[in-house]
Nanobody, 126 residues
Framework: QVRLMESGGGSVQPGGSLRLSCTAS????????MAWFRQAPGKEREVVAS???????TIADSFKGRFTISQDNTGNTLFLQMNLLKPEDTAMYYC????????????????????WGQGTQVTISS
């Protein structure tokens, strides 16, 4: 019953920034996990960042210092601020929600996330 929709993707030059948004509609997802994933061509999907039910925010190690995750007051809109973008950041970025888990969301398997957006393409090139 939860619908997720990403926006904010696009094409930027290396070193640039993008702010992705994910808006949830339908039943609230704020009581569970929300996360950003990405998948580059030929590579496995990987988790980027997550927000626990208690507003704990976690960034995967490889993205610390460049990416930050945040949300609005309701918890129904998720943001991913991406700075100092590199060509290797080129990927389809997805937001996901899981109401069956609520803590340590970065460690939750992608296969347990119930709801997914359609993805938004991020392309970094000169």
């Amino acid at each position: 019953q939860v619908r997720l929709m990403e926006s904010g993707g696009g094409s930027v030059q290396p070193g640039g920034s993008l702010r992705l948004s994910c808006t949830a509609s339908g039943h609230t997802t704020s009581s569970g996990c929300m996360a950003w994933f990405r998948q580059a061509p030929g590579k496995e999907r990987e988790v980027v960042a997550s927000v626990d039910y208690d507003d704990t925010k976690t960034i995967a190690d490889s993205f610390k210092g460049r990416f930050t995750i945040s949300q609005d007051n309701t918890g129904n809109t998720l943001f991913l601020q991406m700075n100092l973008l590199k060509p290797e950041d080129t990927a389809m970025y997805y937001c996901a929600a899981d109401r069956t888990h609520r803590k340590w969301c970065l460690l939750v398997s992608e296969y347990t996330y119930t709801y997914w957006g359609q993805g938004t393409q991020v392309t970094i090139s000169s």
